[in-house]
């Protein structure tokens, strides 16, 4: 279908035209792939049409205000951004490593937003400190959850430590799953399904 823009449907006879343009992404080195023989050559070049790379955000950290500011008001904070993050707090975010790249990023300023944490962040980073681990980072108070149904406090709890925790270990592991799965003595498709709910994947 992708050389001639045709395909029949499971079970049928007849053909179907299609004007169609594929647009795909991926984080793995498929040259290396193709000669590996894990992924196959042909696809390769009917995929690659036009190739373009995507640099990481630790790469752009020129980015990081530019992108705040966007996440910031998407999640309905009105106070002016060198309010929100100072620039001390600022400075640290732009050094930090960022393993889950713009995805990371934007789950941490909603975390901030919402549990108005912003004094506490500045705490933890203004010495560059991991706004993923940090003491200062955006943690839910003990007595915001004391009220509530011991489900739902533990659901609130557990759900900030993996925000926190998913993070440092992917870090630590310089990106790779497997390597955090096996630091963190966790079944490796259990990880990637915590990545992803957490939209570090």
Known sequence: MLERRRFRRLGGRDEIEVDVRVVSATNRDLRAEVNAGTFRLDLYYRLAVVRFAVPSLRER?????????????????????????????????????????????????????????????????????????????????????????????????????????LPHILERADGNVSQASRDCAMDRSHLWDMLRKHKLR
């Open 61 to 165: 950290p020129e980015d990081i205000p530019i992108l705040i500011e966007h996440f910031l008001r998407e999640a309905g904070e009105t106070a002016p951004m060198g309010e929100v993050v100072p620039p001390a707090v600022m400075a640290g975010l732009q050094r930090h490593h960022w393993p889950g790249n713009v995805r990371e990023l934007r789950n941490y300023v909603e975390a901030t937003v919402a549990m108005g944490e912003t004094p506490e962040l500045e705490a933890g980073l203004s010495q560059g400190g991991d706004p993923g681990v940090a003491a200062g980072g955006p943690s839910i108070p003990v007595n915001a959850v004391l009220d509530l149904p011991y489900k739902e406090a533990r659901a609130n709890v557990l759900q900030q430590f993996e925000a926190h925790y």
